[in-house]
């Protein structure tokens, strides 16, 4: 990993859910046979998506994330099937159970079900399957919402290897949707915005963000939520990363912006409170030890990294 150009910070961590090693091979999906060959692969495996839940079997230092296809079937019903890709070669399949099948699976001696909050903060598994994991569950949890056609309230059918859901009445098309996300720092010279939403743990503080609306760019989203949130006009915007946020499915797209205005007025009905901090103060928060105990979130989540870079002095408005 590159050092940071403070000492202090560390080498820079990887970013959550992001640089799958899978080949998503999208070109099988529509191949009813050729995905059936796959599922029958010795090398295939799958990941287990109960709702909110994953289930990993439990195994030490890191937890097994994978199943072999027979395994998946015995936890119980499983009415869809989402084919990921390929890791070397070998399939591999997300499969969701009920959510009440994976609540009750808790009991069991050999498996950890748990949420993928908990498992990316915590480092239940190896970091190399945050990403299927994610994409698995953004696309499940889709079909849970997507049982009935939108169009003539059909119930629709899976078909694609999982990537679409047909209806046999109106033959509408319906695919995954993936939400728009802005998240941004506005920076002051050397001082940034934070905002605390009643959501947050006790001491954290992060970058603001909100949902890009119909017609609108990436930049004029960034000046409108600064703007309504916080009270803060900005102009220029930069550009710094993107990241998917599977709860339940959406894109966050990271941006630093240039604060025009400096005086903040809370939107109290989103943020509990808003305020500026030093470029010394955000170094300590993600070190864990600002004065006051204040963090920033953890490494997982795009918005340490965006934090990260305006500290580490990368981020210019020339």
Known sequence: MPMSPRSDLGPKPLLGYTDSRIQRAAERR?????????????????????????????????NDAL???????????????VFLGLLDGAPRFGVGIPPQTAEALKARDDLLVTDLRSIAVQGLVDAEHLPPIAEAKAVLHWHLRHRFCANCGAPTHVVNAGWRRDCPSCKTEHFPRVDPVVIMLAIDGDRCLLGRSPRFAPTMWSCLAGFIEPGESIEDAVRRETLEEAGIACGRVTFFGSQPWPFPSSLMIGCHTE?????????????????????????????RRHKDGLTTPPPVAIAHHIIRAWVDDEIHFD
């Not at 009813?32 to 599922?39: E, F, Q």
């Not at 199943?67 to 099937?81: C, D, Q, R, V, Y």
């Open 30 to 62: 529509i191949d009813g046979a050729a995905i059936a060959t796959l599922a029958a692969d010795a090398r295939a495996r799958a990941y287990i998506i109960g709702g909110d839940l994953i289930v990993l079997k439990k195994a030490a230092p890191l």
């Open 259 to 287: 604060a025009a205005t400096r005086n903040i007025v809370v939107d109290r009905e989103e943020l509990e409170d808003a305020r500026w901090f030093s470029k010394d103060e955000a170094a300590d928060m993600m070190m």
């Open 67 to 81: 199943f072999t296809i027979n395994e998946a079937k015995a936890l119980g019903e499983t009415p869809e099937a």
